[in-house]
């Protein structure tokens, strides 16, 4: 193979890779600065209060079946996400939980219920 055609195989690849990695960057970058996320059909949605560390969450599900539950974690922090509200699945309910966060910092969060996440929300504590 010439060098010249080398050397363009080599491009195509490299952009290849920067536009593989720059997609998967832009996945997680979907979220919004609010205190409230749902999931896609509105099985269930939560509300973050930063005063007090509140999450006021819904279960709107009409059946019986996986838990719900809001997950959080702070920005910038490379680990696991951890599990702030988990509700048995009962329809209709309504429920103001109290979570203990650290204070002034943001924070990533999301509902799931039956299997379906919500996008995830930032938000800063109080």
Known sequence: MRPHAMA????AVCAACGLAASSASAAWSQHSWQNWSRTPTNSAGVVFH???DYF???DNS???GLRTKVKYNYVGVK???KTAVSLPDKPGQHVLHRHNLIEHQRIYFYIEDLGSPSYASEYQTS
């Open 8 to 11: 363009l195989v080599i491009g």
């Open 50 to 52: 930063p005063n007090g």
């Open 79 to 81: 680990d696991h996400w």
């Open 56 to 58: 006021e969450v819904w």
């Open 62 to 64: 009409p059946t019986f």
